[in-house]
């Protein structure tokens, strides 16, 4: 039977549903967001399948750097399903770097991460030795959250002896490299060409959280980093990237790092022509954009790149007009949906339990929108010490209505006016 779609606002324009969403692309026929409507990125698409094609049976570990909203965690998703094809081992989950992680907690992660990838590839493969002993550290690292020291009954345990055997965070250390060097060799002498592992949320660590990643990083690098036939890839802002690969040369001299420019605005829409397409009522008619073009670039503008902010901005614009403004459907216009996000988010903002911070960020908006701030300038600006200047940009970044750019060289770092603060105060 013919399963007829629930009638959407969204029906006027021919889509099934909103093109907006802001989630990352998925593998896989069933979801509703296929990484079949991915756009561009070839030329890193190329760069990090070459990198790792290229390593032969070496290890690889690349970081992709970018700002928030930008496309990392698609363009990993995309790269995976290619490594699928080209007969890499992977899965579709990630590894977070914590803040406060330590180097038996990441490397714990990893060697979970890498057992479960070979056991949902190859299921087959549990009974082996190597997996058996994998199974059972990473059985003690996911039950020992928290530094409590495991004990086993009954297994076999690492080395061989019998009865109960207990697995303290250092014995990770002892035991874990050669543990995951036995997995990765099984993978060798199988029919997989290696295995891919993502490292995720190096963008959610603060400054000295990267320093701990760097730390970890290097104090790891020879007995996670450089196994045969395992690939990384690492993912974060290019500040945090940058001080957790840079910092030492031990690190930098093995990573490779690709940093993620935000799409032209010909990609953003290439991006929602897919999007149109895929979600057409009626396949043998085109569907109509519900936004002109001039409207998603001045949107996407004001966004610097960060897609996921452009996407929700016409979520909101245009969920709230839809059907409303013309007898017939027709793309909106910017002079239609600007008052509308104004409004929404100047209410959004007002609703902030902290009066002075709106105070604050409402100088900035009012006297120069666009300018590029740096926490000196803001001082003057607010005259506020910098101590205070510095809680009241990060509670402002922290909530989005402020962005820091990217670091360059030792120069302060320099923020700007969000997407969303660019839209309440024009
Ligand atoms: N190459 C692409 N093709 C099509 N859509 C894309 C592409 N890259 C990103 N998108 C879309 O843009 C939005 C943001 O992408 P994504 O979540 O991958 O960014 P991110 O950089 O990982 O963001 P965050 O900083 O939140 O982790 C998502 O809705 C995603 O579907
Ligand atoms: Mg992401």
Redesign the pocket.
């Known amino acids: 039977m013919v399963q007829r779609p629930i009638p959407t606002s969204w029906n006027v324009y021919n889509l099934l549903r909103s093109p907006f969403?802001?989630?990352?692309?998925e593998s896989g026929e069933q979801t509703p967001?296929p990484l079949s409507?991915?756009?561009?990125?070839e030329a890193e698409l190329k760069r990090l399948r070459g990198t790792i094609h290229g390593a032969g049976e070496n290890a690889t570990v690349q970081a992709i750097a970018?700002?928030?909203?930008?496309?990392?965690?698609?363009?990993v998703?995309?790269l995976k399903a290619l490594a699928l094809e080209d007969g890499y081992l992977t899965t579709d989950s990630y590894v977070a770097i914590l803040p406060n992680d330590t180097p038996e907690g990441l490397f714990g992660r990893v060697l979970g991460a890498l057992y479960d990838t070979i056991l949902a590839n190859r299921p087959q493969s549990g009974d082996n030795s190597a997996m058996a002993d994998a199974k059972v550290l990473v059985r003690a690292t996911r039950l020992t959250s928290g530094g409590i020291t495991l004990t086993i009954p009954g297994i076999g345990g690492i080395g061989g002896t019998h009865g109960t055997s207990v697995v303290t965070p250092k014995d990770l250390l002892i035991d874990g490299p050669r543990v995951m060097r036995d997995l990765t060799r099984m993978v060798q002498t199988s029919d997989a060409r290696g295995t891919l592992l993502h490292l995720n949320n190096l963008?959610n660590l603060s400054e000295s959280d990267a320093m701990r990643a760097a730390e970890i990083l290097r104090a790891l690098r020879d007995i996670m980093l450089l196994h045969n036939g395992l690939h990384y890839v690492l993912?974060g802002?290019a500040d945090a990237v940058n001080m957790a690969v840079n910092t030492h040369a031990q690190v930098r001299s093995i990573v490779g790092t690709l940093v993620?420019a935000p799409?032209t605005i010909d990609e953003v829409h290439a991006?929602l022509r897919?999007r149109y397409d895929h979600l057409r009522v009626d396949p043998t008619r085109p569907a109509m954009s519900p936004v002109d073009a001039n409207a998603a670039a001045t949107l996407y503008d004001f966004f610097r790149g960060d897609?996921?902010g452009l996407?929700k901005a016409l979520e909101d614009g245009v969920g709230v007009l839809i059907g409303l403004d013309h007898a017939t459907a027709q793309p909106l216009t910017l002079d239609e949906l600007r008052p509308v996000l104004q409004q929404g988010y100047a209410s959004e903002l007002a609703a902030l339990p902290e009066q002075k911070r709106i105070a604050q960020l409402t100088k900035w908006g009012t006297t120069a929108p666009a300018s590029v701030q740096t926490q000196k300038s803001l001082g003057t600006l607010w005259q506020l010490s910098q101590g205070a200047v510095s809680t009241a940009v990060s509670y402002l970044t922290r909530q989005g209505y402020v962005v820091a750019l990217p670091r360059t060289g030792t120069n302060p770092i320099q923020y700007v006016l969000s997407g969303v603060s660019r839209l309440i105060f024009g």
């Open positions: 969403f802001q989630q990352p692309l967001r409507l991915f756009v561009g990125r970018g700002a928030p909203g930008v496309g990392k965690t698609t363009l998703k995309e963008e993912v802002t993620l799409f991006l897919a897609l996921r996407l």
